[in-house]
């Protein structure tokens, strides 16, 4: 496991992927990214995956008035960033690339209350703490050693604080064949690990799991819908729905369905 000093190292990495993205990706990795924004992303939104996801973290939000609030690694704002700038006490976006942020700035002039910040989360240089709500979406599974990622997080957390977030799941065996075969090739595999099972038990036995909901597990196979001709576009969505239902639902209580799931969606808090 690497210690933070070396996180914080390929963090600098990191950063200059993520400035220069376009530039840094090989091939099978721009092919990753297709087929995880086109094809994967399409999946989400065509039965709901996506829209509920997002619901339930408006839900986990709560009331933000007298909220102070990090939203960790948001590039330049995620689906929820402005909302959260506009409604909490205080808002604070932190990113790794200085070029995300700079475009963030300009889009929190609105908000005096609002700032975002390129640093990075584990070092000194990132002092503020004391958070009511740490919002980490698609950015957990970026820190190779859980263990120091999750003592940054419980230091950086006000009492009862609470982090919502959601990441990829490497425990179900098709997925993390494909992984594996991936993972050699892959431009930003040093920083790009999706939670196994013994990564979501440390942060299950060092935060209280308020709530969780894997997704794209039996509904991962919805894709296979669109090998059979004589199914209407709407019955293929019903169907990928129900499968979807499923896995909010078993997952939320199941560990065994989760861990069939691809993602993971989860209401921490302190304890």
């Known amino acids: 496991m690497k210690t933070q000093e070396e996180i914080i190292e ?6 200059d992927f993520y400035n220069y993205k376009s530039d840094k990706k090989n091939l099978p990795t721009k092919i990753w990214y297709y087929f995880r924004e086109k094809t994967l992303k399409k999946i989400r939104k065509d039965i709901g995956i996506l829209s509920e996801s997002y619901e339930i973290h408006k ?12 939203d960790l690694g948001c590039y330049a704002g995620n689906h929820w960033s402005l909302y959260l700038a506009e409604k909490s006490k205080q808002f604070i976006a932190l990113d790794l690339s200085d070029m995300a942020i700079a475009k963030l700035n300009e889009r929190l002039k ?9 640093a990075d989360f584990l070092s000194e240089e990132f002092a503020e703490k004391d ?21 940054k997080l419980n230091e950086k957390l006000a009492p009862n604080g ?12 098709p997925i993390k064949i494909m992984r594996v075969l ?21 942060f299950a036995n060092t935060f209280k799991i308020v709530e969780r909901h894997g997704l794209l597990g039996q509904a991962k196979w919805y894709f296979i819908m669109n090998f059979i001709p004589f199914l209407s576009e709407e019955k293929k969505q019903s169907i990928g729905r129900k499968w979807h239902k499923k896995d909010w639902e078993l ?4 560990d065994s369905h989760l861990f069939k799931c691809m993602h993971v969606t989860m209401l921490m808090q302190k304890k």
Do not use: C, M
């Open 10 to 15: 390929i963090n600098k990495k990191q950063k």
């Open 59 to 70: 839900t986990w939000f709560g009331d933000l008035s007298d909220k102070k609030v990090l």
């Open 110 to 118: 609105p908000f005096p209350n609002a700032e975002a910040i390129a």
């Open 131 to 151: 958070f009511d709500i740490i919002y980490a979406y698609g950015v957990l599974h970026h820190f190779q050693n859980p263990d120091v990622l999750i003592a």
């Open 162 to 173: 609470v982090i919502i977030s959601y990441d990829p799941l490497e425990t179900s065996l």
């Open 182 to 202: 991936y993972r050699p090739f892959q431009s930003d595999k040093d920083w790009e690990w999706p939670f196994t099972r013994k990564t979501y038990f440390k």
């Open 251 to 254: 997952s939320s209580k199941s």
